[in-house]
């Protein structure tokens, strides 16, 4: 699976709209973009992936840059419960392995 | 929405003791895993299961056993518990197969061996 390279932290104001980037500029084309995230102590939750289109769901959006190489993941409207390392991963479409490699990921501050 | 479910939160157990880890997910899904996380170590892949009865080893198996008797149930035992095997344990599954991908996580178990 690629490897990705995210900021270490972020902050983000209450209410606002907190922009995580990703770099995972050797993605091969049957990769899929996974975003997962970490509050402390519990385990990571899963909150979207994507291919080449970009996607929404009731959490947040991910857009994918055209070529691939890099994501950002949005989350419109930032809560203090947002607060949490937030991971990217690339990961085969039809890896079955479980072996999923979590950098350091960012850690997001959302401040009020 | 899919339901991954660790029986215990946080244990403390003394070295030696055999200790059983409980996992249960709701969504028929067809492979299991069991992870441990730790500072700087990122996680970590201990066993996995793609069926009944059926395990697989990943990178850190030394130390541990699996048993899944049942498609929603995957245990992991620690046989002789040592101070080493502090961490936090991390049950989570997925349906496989090409768009079944996602893999999802329990709450996680914190244990501690003293």
């Known amino acids: 699976d690629a490897k990705t390279t995210q900021p270490t932290s972020m902050d983000c104001a209450e209410g606002r709209a907190a922009n995580l980037p990703c770099n995972h500029s050797t993605i091969s084309g049957n990769e899929y973009v996974y975003w997962y995230r970490q509050i402390h102590s519990q385990g990571p939750q899963y909150i979207i992936h994507?291919?080449?289109n970009n996607e929404t769901n009731e959490m947040a959006s991910l857009i994918i840059t055209e070529d691939r190489k890099s994501s950002t993941l949005i989350l419109p409207h930032a809560t203090l419960r947002d607060t949490a390392v937030y991971y990217c991963?690339?990961?085969?479409?039809?890896?079955?392995?479980?072996?999923?490699?979590f950098g350091q990921g960012t850690t997001l501050q959302v401040k009020p | 929405d899919v339901k991954v479910t660790q029986s215990s939160r946080y244990l403390v157990k003394r070295t030696g003791e055999k200790v059983f880890l409980e996992c249960v997910q709701d969504?028929?899904?067809?492979?299991m895993f069991w992870y441990r996380q730790d500072p700087g170590l990122g996680l970590r892949l201990i066993y996995f299961s793609y069926d009944v009865k059926m395990k697989e080893k990943g990178d850190i198996p030394e130390g541990y056993s699996v048993s899944r008797e049942k498609k929603e149930r995957f245990s992991l035992i620690l046989e002789s518990a040592s101070t080493n095997q502090t961490s936090m344990y991390l049950c989570?599954?997925?349906?496989?197969?090409?768009?079944?991908?996602?893999?999802?996580f329990g709450e996680g178990s914190w244990l501690t061996v003293v």
């Open positions: 969504m028929d899904h067809e492979n």
């Open positions: 989570a599954s997925n349906l496989g197969g090409l768009f079944g991908n996602t893999i999802y």
């Open positions: 994507g291919l080449k």
């Open positions: 991963i690339v990961r085969s479409g039809s890896s079955n392995t479980g072996k999923l490699i």
